[in-house]
């Protein structure tokens, strides 16, 4: 018997071979996208012959790119440079213009002073306004017809004797008549006067400006004729000259 029992234990205990592991062939699709890559010379080196049409391709379009930015530029630039030519304020009459009277501004703001120009004009002459922008009041100041605009800036624009032919918070253009010329104006040495005056700023702390300088430089050369001396000019519309000031 226990021969028996010997073998049925030796059969029962025998210890059977793991089973061999399988290895299978790489898939060949894993690799398509790679091969993909290398017929596109993606994953070429830089500089590898390879990759050089891509670089040539790169800075063609760098080329184009820096070529538009520039154009860009200019149409930018230029309008803003011509426009620099045309100004924005013109005399308030038709030329041609005589200043009878200068800007003589006071050294202290409560003593008198003349703060604009006197314009020799007849009555009934158009005025029109100086440069764009808003009638701040068109009505009588001290018995005087006056009417003032705003531009930007905060600056104003004042003309006076003048009897308004726009109302009150009218919008205006440069040149655009905005009354006529009335007589009367005091300390006028001619037959009517336009004053017109300039000034930046609110109350108190408004600065009265020579409306001259809105218009261009002012260079004065001393070269009398008779009584007055004559005016000459840089930057200011050509249809709109100066003939003198009087002293």
């Known amino acids: 018997m226990r021969p028996q029992l ?24 894993r690799r398509e996208p790679i091969a993909s890559l290398q017929r596109l010379n993606i994953m070429a080196p830089a500089g590898s012959p390879a990759a ?56 202290h703001r409560w003593q008198p002073g003349h703060r604009g120009v006197d314009l020799a004009a ?9 440069g764009a922008g808003t009638v701040q009041f068109a009505g009588d100041v001290a018995g005087r017809p006056v009417v003032s605009i705003r531009h930007s800036g905060d600056l104003v624009t ?16 440069r040149g655009e008549v905005i009354g006529l010329v009335v007589a009367g104006h005091p300390g006028c040495p001619a037959e009517a006067c336009l ?28 070269k009398p004729v008779g009584t007055v001396v004559a005016l000459t000019r840089v930057g200011v519309p050509a249809d709109a000259p100066l003939a003198g000031v009087r002293r």
């Open 6 to 29: 010997y073998a049925v234990h030796l059969q029962k205990t025998k210890t059977h071979p793991a089973p061999a592991a399988t290895i299978s062939a790489p898939d060949a699709t």
């Open 52 to 107: 050089r049409p891509h670089v040539r391709t790169l800075r063609r379009v760098l080329a184009a790119l820096a070529e538009l930015l520039v154009i860009a530029l200019l149409l930018w630039v230029l309008p803003a440079v011509a426009g620099a030519d045309t100004p924005r304020f013109l005399l308030p009459l038709q030329a041609p213009v005589s200043v009878v009277r200068g800007f003589d501004p006071p050294v």
């Open 122 to 130: 007849p009555a009934g002459t158009a005025v029109r306004a100086a």
């Open 158 to 173: 004042t003309y006076e004797p003048v009897r308004a032919t726009i109302p009150r918070g009218q919008s205006v253009r």
């Open 195 to 222: 004053h017109w005056g300039a000034r930046r700023g609110r109350g108190r702390s408004a600065e009265y400006l020579n409306p001259l300088g809105l218009v261009g430089a002012i260079r004065v050369r001393l």
